[in-house]
């Protein structure tokens, strides 16, 4: 009943969470609960963070703590800052809430920019031109020189290394628009599914993964160590059966060629190829159905 109030209404929403002892009345309590935003709808969070009254604000530099940006360049941490919450329509209220990312990034990366308004205007940059590069409306594709040139002087009136914008323009350019960056789940493996949840504690899982057909190798990432790759090898360019839940609760079906998983260390990395390889089934159907498609697109 409070995560509906807080959907219609937020600060009432979470003035009732605190009445019926389901949440602290602390801005780090509160934060917490938005940064899990378990059943929130992840408009409303921004919409709530961005109030300017003082408790308002100490939640929000709460919320921006939450955020490990340890060992993540700023792309990564856009991204990881950016899929907790959907921005608020209002331009001031974007203002605020890039203000305090930057803030955080700085902090965890002191030396890098010489103030936050150096990371919070590049930020921006950045943001606008994942957008250019990516969006097919967009027809006027900024070059690297015009993304170096935009940021010229911005750095307390000197300019960023030109290797590092580059970098910064080559990794927006080959990750795409809708890439997002990796998130903690905990997995479990069953009934040749593999389960997932966001937190330890949760009954239901996030999504499952069908294992049905599919194959697992070890692949490498430049952002994260461990990696496992679950593909589909006999049927390339075939969606993986799969299905996840929403933040709304409506569970929908998954759209990934493939899923890739980053383990705590080689050790569990190789326990979990094992594991997930001996529980991998095969069902003969899929191939023939495969046969059966070559076969008639061969006829035409």
Partial sequence: MGRKKFTM???KGIQSLIENDLLQSSPEDVAQFLYKGEGLNKTVPGDYLDKRDEFNIK????????????????IQALRQ??????????????????????????LCYL?????TDTCYVLSFTIITLNTSLHNHNVRDKPTVERFITMNRGINEGGDLPE??????????????????????????????CLYYFEHTTDKEPRGIIWLENLSIREVEDPR???????YNRSHKGQVIKACK???????????????????????????WRKSIKASISRVPFYDLLETRKRRIANKK
């Fill in 81 to 106: 800052f950016l899929w907790s919450f959907r921005f608020p329509g209002e331009a001031q209220k974007i203002h605020h809430m890039m203000e305090a990312f930057a803030s955080h990034h700085c």
């Fill in 111 to 115: 030396g890098v920019f010489q103030s």
């Fill in 245 to 271: 839940t929403e933040d709304d609760g409506l569970v929908v079906e998954g759209n990934q060629l493939v899923y890739c998983i980053s383990a705590l260390s080689p050790e569990a990395k190789e326990e």
């Fill in 163 to 192: 290797e590092l914008l580059r970098n910064l323009y080559e990794s927006i350019k080959n990750l795409g628009g809708r890439v997002k960056t990796w998130k903690r789940h905990w997995f479990t493996l069953t009934d040749n």
């Fill in 59 to 74: 939640v929000l530099q709460a919320f921006v703590k939450l955020h490990d940006f340890a060992d993540l360049n700023l």
């Fill in 9 to 11: 209404d937020p600060k």
């Fill in 224 to 230: 994260k160590p461990n990696c496992l790759e679950l």
